[in-house]
């Protein structure tokens, strides 16, 4: 982080530039004209000789302190000072003067003591630079807080207060976020609403002696509304607002993030009744562990964090929300009573959920009724908040692109398709022969889908390539929200992923590539059958699978034996085979409506879940016919 470097390194640069040039500059022009005001020191005899060599100019008695000062022009051409003792009854001096043309004075000219100068000369700019170390210290640490575990520029200046933790914390003090704003995630909110309550009157706890948690945990995917709950709560309790991302702890140099945790606590505690999120904790919060490459700088931060939420006077009324979607990999001491020891899931919205979001976003846009946000929302298992409000708003962006002024369904229908699969490719790539094969492969999958599956009947089927690679796709949406699937219902979902190989297979007697992602999402779901569901018919009600960072789809980790291993592989692939098998029996059956449907796909490029039913729900001759016609 060069960046953070050079922050620590330019005042210490200017400070010294800025001492040394005030240090030239009083040697250079001060010191020499105040060299000329000193005073020499002179014997009475000399300055009588003076006298009569005319040299003196102006005269001064000082009758108090019995001194006579008086200048004379030296070689240089400068006025020089003079002193001397006056001698006792020399009634003649006057008279002497007077022959010698010097001027008496009566203002006593302003001279500079041999110690004046040593003062100026040396003393001042060692003033002037300490004075000035500590004044940028001081404002240094004003900017960046206090930190007296950091080491100046990686070593030298140790004992240099210039650590500092470099952040800027302000807390947002007017959040317009509610839980208004927050659309389903209703458990979420009925366990902030306590925080929220709390904060608002921390003294009606404190009386019943009852101890609210420090601390709550947001847990969930990435885009489900952790950030924004965050927000609303304290939107909700009208509090300030510390935010703070867990990566902003780590920096590269030791005990900056810990200074940081410190003054974060600190200002919160000024602020109190308020809010502390820590958004992303994982980064700092992981497990601390005893291998060798540990962070040391992670650990620190993360003690401090500790000792922090142990210290801090609950009273007051300061609640710290944590956001994270790796919860697994939190360190134990971070959840125990007394800190985190809250957690909130915020999963992934189910069908009602993901309406009401939708909804809740379209509120922003112009929409032209009729919407039918259900559809959508069925359209969408699996799908963030934040993908629906991206929904909401590629939709939005379409109906700019087409020049209208509302959005329609069909934009919400196109905008789904973008987010699942990407743009549209309008500079067409694809041969005819390559067409009619993606067409057949389409149809193959629709048609075992509508073979196998009722419940989640087909609604689009289209061979425009997309930006994400897919050179078409089948888009099935369930009749309504699965939270269980049923041994047979993923064979089935693994005989539909087949659907596409297996008329490839059926038609050109040929594979091609196109089948990849199929076969890759075939084998996760065979393999999660046998390693996690127990569905496996040789091994049945044993897991052999540890699933990986839940929230972020990290996939599962198998274990077992080496011989169990190959039988899952072996396993997996027969189901796969099986289902392939099927899905190229139930083809063969409707080898008619397969070309049929094909031809009808070729023609069109996108077709609806209606034209396909009508399609495959009419009588076998005519689809003889038309596939006669296209002659595959
Ligand atoms: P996270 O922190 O869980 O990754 P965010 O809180 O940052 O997710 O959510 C990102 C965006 O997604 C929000 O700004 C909001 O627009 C939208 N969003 C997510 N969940 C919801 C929800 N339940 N209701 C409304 N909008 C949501
Ligand atoms: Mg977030
Ligand atoms: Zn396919």
Redesign the pocket.
């Known amino acids: 982080m060069p960046e953070s470097q050079n922050k620590k390194r330019n005042p210490m640069i200017i400070y010294v530039a800025f001492a040394l040039l005030i240090m030239v500059l009083i040697q250079v022009f001060v010191v020499p004209t105040l060299k000329n005001q000193v005073v020499k020191d002179v014997s009475y005899d000399q300055f009588m000789s003076m006298v009569d060599e005319k040299k003196v100019e102006t005269v001064q008695l000082d009758s108090t302190k019995l001194e006579i000062t008086f200048t004379s022009t030296n070689a240089d051409g400068d006025t020089q000072y003079y002193k001397t003792g006056m001698w006792p009854n020399d009634t003649t001096l006057a008279e002497k003067l007077q022959e010698s043309g010097a001027e008496f004075t009566s203002v006593i000219p302003q001279t500079t003591s041999p110690f004046t100068l040593f003062v100026i000369s040396m003393l001042l700019p060692i003033v002037i630079f300490v004075g000035l170390g500590v004044w940028l210290n001081k404002k240094l640490r004003e900017k960046m807080g206090e930190d007296p575990t950091m080491t100046f520029g990686g070593g030298g200046l140790s004992s240099s207060p210039f650590g500092k933790s470099g952040a800027k914390i302000v807390a947002d003090t007017d959040i317009n976020e509610t839980f208004a704003?927050?659309?389903?995630?209703d458990e979420a909110k009925e366990t902030l609403s306590e925080i929220v309550d709390f904060l608002h009157d921390p003294s009606r706890y404190e009386s019943i002696g009852a101890k609210l948690p420090k601390g709550a945990l947001?847990v969930?995917?990435?885009?489900?509304?952790?950030?924004?709950?965050?927000?609303a709560v304290a939107g909700e309790a009208k509090v300030p607002f510390f935010s703070m991302s867990g990566s902003e702890f780590v920096e590269m140099f030791v005990g900056r993030g810990a200074a940081k945790v410190r003054d974060l606590f600190k200002q919160a505690n000024e602020k109190a009744p308020c809010i502390v999120f820590i958004?992303e904790i994982d980064t700092i919060g992981k497990r601390r562990d005893t291998t060798l490459q540990s962070n040391d700088e992670r650990e620190q931060t993360l003690n401090q964090l500790l000792t922090e939420m142990d210290g801090f006077d609950n009273h007051k009324g300061i609640v710290v929300l944590g956001?994270t979607?790796r919860p697994e990999t939190l360190d134990p001491a971070l959840l125990r009573p007394g800190r985190f020891d809250r957690r909130v899931p915020?999963e992934l919205?189910d069908l009602a959920?993901r309406e009401?979001?939708l909804r809740?976003?379209a509120n922003q846009v112009k929409m032209q009724n009729p919407i039918d946000f259900g559809v959508i929302a069925r359209a969408t298992p699996g799908a963030?908040?934040?993908?629906?409000?991206?929904i909401i708003n590629e939709a939005a962006l379409r109906a700019v692109r087409e020049g209208r002024k509302f959005v329609l369904q069909e934009d919400l229908m196109e905008s789904v398709e973008v987010v699942i699969a990407g743009m549209q490719r309008k500079s067409s790539v694809l041969s005819p022969h390559e067409k009619k094969i993606v067409a057949y492969h389409e149809i193959g999958h629709a048609l075992v889908a509508a073979k196998v599956n009722h419940k989640a009947p087909v609604t689009k089927i289209t061979i425009v390539p997309r930006t994400s690679g897919a050179l078409g796709y089948t888009m099935q949406v369930e009749d309504e929200e699965n939270y269980l699937l049923s041994k047979n219902d993923i064979i089935n979902r693994l005989k539909v992923l087949a659907g596409g190989r297996a008329a490839e297979e059926v038609v050109f007697g040929d594979v091609t590539t196109g089948a990849a992602n199929d076969i890759e999402r075939a084998t996760q779901i065979a393999r999660d059958m046998i390693t996690r569901y127990g569905m496996s018919d040789e091994y049945g009600f044993v897991a052999f699978g540890e699933q990986q960072s839940k929230y972020l789809g990290g996939g599962t980790k198998i274990n077992g034996s080496e011989e169990t291993l190959r039988d899952i592989d072996l396993e997996v692939s027969k189901t796969i085979n099986d289902a392939l098998a099927d899905a190229r029996q139930i083809l063969k059956e409707n080898k008619f409506k397969l070309h049929e449907l094909a031809a009808y796909l070729m023609k069109k490029e996108t077709i609806t879940g209606d034209e396909f039913m009508n399609i495959l729900t009419r009588d076998e001759k005519q689809g003889e016919k038309i596939a006669q016609g296209v002659g595959a």
């Open positions: 704003s927050v659309a389903g995630q947001l969930g995917p990435p885009g489900t509304g952790k950030t924004l709950l965050a927000r958004d956001a979607n915020v919205p959920g009401a979001i809740l976003h963030s908040g934040a993908d629906l409000a991206n």
